[in-house]
Structures are given as C-alpha cells and as structure tokens.
C-alpha cells in the first residue's frame, strides 16, 4: 500500500506557474551561502586537487566544476532531486523513502557521504523549526529508522516540492548553489582573486542550465556517475597531512 502525503504550503504542487517572489525568497534563505548547513566547510576533493596541481587557476577551475556537475556528484544529485521532487509532488512517502535509500548508497567515499548526509540533518533540522513542514521530518524520520541519513539534494528537493517551488527554478538554484562553493574553496585553496572567482560562476552558468536539463530528461533507470578522478581526489583528501576543508 502506497503512504501517500499532502503538500503543507500554500501553492504546493502549482508547477506550471511561474516562480513568485515567495519561491524566489525562500531559494535564496535556503540555499545562501548563510543557511546553516556548514557548505563552506566542505570543498568534495577540490583541497587534494589543488595540492596536487589539478586545480591551480581559473581555467582548470571551471573544468574541474564541470566535470562534477556534468559527470560527478552533480549528476547524481540532480537525478536524485528530480526523482524526490516529483514523489512530492505526488504525495508519494513510498518513494521518497526509496529515494532516500538511493541517495544514501550514490556516494563514492566516506568524505563525500559525510558531506550530503551532515548538510542533509543540518538542513532537515532548520527548516523544519523555521517553517514546521512535517513531511520534510517524516522522511527524515523514516531514514533514520531504516539506520540512514537524510541526503541533502532530497532533502532540498522535498522542501521545495511542498513549498510549491518549480522543478527547474529549484534544482537550478541547487545546483548553482553547489557550483559556487566549489568555486568559493578554491578562492580560498589557490588561492585565486575574487574577480577570478566570478568570472568561473560566469563560464559555469550554461553548464549548469545544461546540468538541470540533463537532471530533468534523465530516466530513473540512467542513474550514474563517471568521474573516478574526483574520487580519487576525495579519498587522497582523507589523509592528507594539511587540510582546511572535512572533503
């Protein structure tokens, strides 16, 4: 028998219309450099790239972003959002326990799990004592009772699909979101100008529309990743004698 939910906020489930000031505002409060899901802590293996010499200026930036949202953990989240995002929608618990249980197992190391699964509580945690959606709890409840924890980009998803936040305005904003704290460790990690930061968001921004559209026209069955650099990256990241990021 399928548990099915109903969206707690007004609009939820109103896709086809355009995304309202209310949307926009609640986008830019969640997924804004100062929403305490501690995103600037973590840089998914950019740390060990740049000590090795993979990442070292502008150019070799954006490429690297690239490859994680084209072809990495970009493209995982992205399927995974959709997928959450649509179960919402519908009202289906079901599957997004079943989403969840993905989300949990699409992780290559232990520092990129620890880096879905802390912003995961921390965003479950804050939304749920700022705007109460009940739903949102639940599912992390229920993964929590399966002994996992709840992944970020579902957690996001499910937030915005009961807030009644379009698909592609939401994953756009997630994705973006990703992308520019990418950017941001390496700033930091270079270290690189600001200016030369923003001109890696500027080249970035078409990959990341082609990133949602590959997201959105993805088939559940085409889940998958293929970037075992940025793996190694991450895993070389555990033991590396200096560090100021935890991925």
Request: glycine share 10%; proline share 4%.
């Amino acid at each position: 028998m399928t548990t099915m939910i109903t969206p707690t906020h007004p609009g939820a489930g109103m896709t086809t219309d355009p995304l309202g000031p209310a949307g926009l505002m609640r986008l830019m409060t969640w997924l804004g450099p100062s929403f305490p899901v501690g995103a600037y802590s973590y840089s998914h293996g950019v740390e060990y790239a740049v000590e090795d010499g993979r990442v070292s200026d502008t150019q070799s930036l954006t490429s690297w972003v690239e490859g994680v949202l084209l072809f990495g953990a970009g493209r995982v989240d992205g399927g995974l959002f959709r997928q959450a995002w649509d179960a919402a929608r519908q009202g289906d618990f079901d599957r997004l326990v079943q989403v969840g249980i993905q989300a949990d197992c699409w992780r290559g190391t232990a520092e990129m799990a620890l880096e879905t699964t802390a912003q995961g509580r921390a965003f479950v945690s804050s939304v749920a004592k700022v705007w109460g959606d009940d739903v949102l709890s639940r599912w992390a409840q229920a993964m929590r009772d399966d002994d996992r924890q709840p992944s970020y980009p579902v957690a996001v998803a499910i937030a915005a699909a009961q807030a009644g936040i379009p698909l592609a305005d939401a994953l756009t904003a997630y994705l973006h979101a990703m992308a520019a704290n990418l950017v941001s460790s390496a700033v930091r990690l270079v270290p690189l100008g600001q200016t030369d930061g923003l001109m890696a968001l500027a080249a970035l921004e078409h990959i990341v529309t082609d990133a949602c559209a590959q997201a959105i026209t993805t088939g559940d069955g085409d889940l998958g990743a293929c970037a075992p650099l940025i793996d190694w990256t991450s895993m070389k990241h555990e033991t590396q004698y200096t560090r100021l990021f935890r991925s």
